[in-house]
């Protein structure tokens, strides 16, 4: 069977995670959270005293950095180096500092190769922000995912309550009322839906449904190229 691939963008809350995981382990793909990757970056420029602004600093930062999915008893993990920092890179601030260095050209250009070498093999589902219209334009399938603000806010607080991250609802919906006006008006790469996108809606539905969605529209791309 033809391997294809496949890219889910969205807003943050939206489900992209939960569905990107879940369809990847039922195609048997690859699963690429590129968001990990720009929080990542975001993470190693405040350990190394570098403001998002400074261009010339992240440039070297990108250099010398050496991100690695690796999946071990804990499932797949992010590392810097030999240090997981796949926890430490889930906090509001973590969020909010990867929405400045994403919209930096140096950063996007270094993880630009980095997910384009991941993706050669095809195969894989890719998570992120501008997948299908920037990254991957020729892109398999490509789908955009939303929901309602207040919505995605109650996902994310609830995320935050189980890892014991203390944030009121208020500043999470605030927070990612910031991040998705920062995200959709930046001028390099803003969050916004390919042309060519399925556009699901997950305000209303599960995430099995979202999948369920999903899958019809891999299936007759997969049976369109038999």
Sequence with gaps: MKKLLITIDGPAGAGKTTVSRALAERLQYRYIDTGALYRGVALEARENGIPPED????????????????????????????TDISDAIRTPEMSM??????????????????QRRMGAEKGAVFEGRDMGTVVFPDADVKFFLTADLNVRAIRRHRELEEKQAAQKFEEVEKDMA???????????APLKPAQDAVFIDSTEISAQSVIDQMMKHIRKKIDDAA
């Design 178 to 188: 910031l991040r998705d006006a920062a995200d959709s008006s930046r001028a390099l």
């Design 55 to 82: 261009d010339q600093g992240l440039e070297a930062l990108c250099k010398g950095l050496e991100l690695a999915f690796i999946r071990n008893e804990n499932g797949v993990r992010l590392y810097s180096g030999e």
């Design 97 to 114: 500092m990867a929405s400045a260095v994403s919209a930096r050209m140096v950063v996007r250009k270094a993880l630009l190769d980095i």
